[in-house]
């Protein structure tokens, strides 16, 4: 056991020196896939990383990993249960594995905006979902905001019909492959780092996300144009493992978790007005965003309708009437 504990204090010191952290601070490192500096997710682990750098200094120290340098969001959450990774916010889409409770956020045209979604997650059921993970080993800590998505595709997309017979790549989620499904497309999973080349080699046509991520990758370069939809959430949860946080002393907890919490509050705020930036950048960069007449968007909305009695035993009828009550 002391040789172990030996070996132990070598690879934190060795993982410590590669980081910048001091000998003995808990190091924790966040795995993220996107952008760090215009970004919803990247600004907020970048704040996190610099406050409790700063407020913990000697006891925490955090480093961010971000643009998928170290992990896929499809490997991410393995990699939390055996200890590599600390923190990590995938999307709501990519939990599938390890609930089916966050089904509920992918189902098209089930909150009308953000204020919705968070009004949503601040409710007991929305707080308890944070919770649905523990006996996995997951624990939420607290939901991020990114933004409602938008469909582009290397053909107009105006009606629902011009979707038909089209490939389309989708985040992990069933809900989001029954999506495609919908509207006669055909949909293809695959990893966020994956997108752009094919977009760019046409092994997909299209995709959906927010204007955060498609601008922050680009997407808007190697397609026709974005249609302006918001057919759908894109929000995360921020993650640990269970045994990770009962690791900790439970002061070191709290003052990470006031950290957490403040920065939470303070860039979901603000998501807005990173959203509005992002879109306006693609303007800016020469992409095409095609506004939907409330008759379009009636057909797209009566389109994709059937997906939510799909997946009605997963989420649940009363959850359904607490999100669309929020809209109302
Ligand atoms: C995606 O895979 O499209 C998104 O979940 C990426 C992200 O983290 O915003």
């Given amino acids: 056991a002391a040789v172990l504990a030996a070996m132990s204090v070598i690879a934190t010191s060795a993982q410590a020196d590669t980081m910048g952290c001091d000998d003995g601070e ?3 490192k966040f795995s993220h896939v996107t952008n760090t500096d215009r970004h919803p997710k990247g600004i907020a682990a970048t704040l996190l990383a610099e406050r409790v750098n700063a407020e913990m200094d000697g006891t925490m120290c955090m480093e961010v990993f971000p643009n998928s340098t170290l ?3 499809d490997q991410v959450l ?4 055996q200890g590599d990774v600390q923190l990590a916010s995938p999307s709501l889409s990519k939990f599938e594995t390890f609930t089916k409770q966050f089904r509920i956020f992918d189902l098209p045209f089930m909150f009308v905006n953000m204020d919705a979604v968070d009004a949503f997650q601040a409710s007991e059921t929305g707080q308890a979902m944070m919770d649905s993970m523990q006996r996995r080993g997951l624990q ?3 939901f991020w905001h990114n933004g409602m998505k938008q469909f582009s595709a290397n053909v107009p997309l105006n009606a629902p019909s011009d979707a038909e017979g089209l490939k389309f790549r989708v985040q992990t989620s069933d809900v989001l492959v029954a999506q495609m499904e919908a509207l006669g497309a055909s949909p293809q999973p695959m990893s966020f780092s994956e997108v752009y080349g094919a977009l760019q080699t046409g092994v997909v046509d299209g995709q959906e996300n927010t204007w955060s991520n498609i601008y922050g990758q680009k997407f808007f370069e190697v397609q026709d144009g974005t249609t302006e939809t918001n057919h759908g959430v894109l929000d995360y949860l921020v993650v640990a493992s269970v045994d990770w946080l009962d690791s900790l002393d439970a002061e070191v907890r709290d003052d990470f978790m006031e950290i957490f919490l403040e920065v939470t509050a303070e860039r979901n ?4 007005e990173v959203d509005a930036n992002n879109r306006q950048a693609v303007l800016d960069a020469g992409g095409v965003i095609r506004e939907l007449s409330a008759e379009q968007r009636a057909e797209w909305v ?5 997906v939510w009695t799909q997946f ?4 649940g009828q009363e959850n359904i009437d607490a999100a669309q009550a929020i809209n109302a």
């Avoid at 393995?78 to 249960?81: D, H, Y």
């Avoid at 705020?269 to 807005?272: I, K």
């Avoid at 009605?312 to 989420?315: A, C, E, I, R, T």
Wanted: aromatic share 4%.
């Fill in 71 to 73: 992990y896929n969001d």
């Fill in 269 to 272: 705020a603000a998501v807005g």
């Fill in 26 to 28: 808990i190091v924790v």
């Fill in 140 to 142: 939420g800590l607290g």
């Fill in 312 to 315: 009605l035993d997963d989420v």
């Fill in 302 to 306: 009566a389109t994709m309708q059937p």
């Fill in 78 to 81: 393995e990699a939390m249960l």
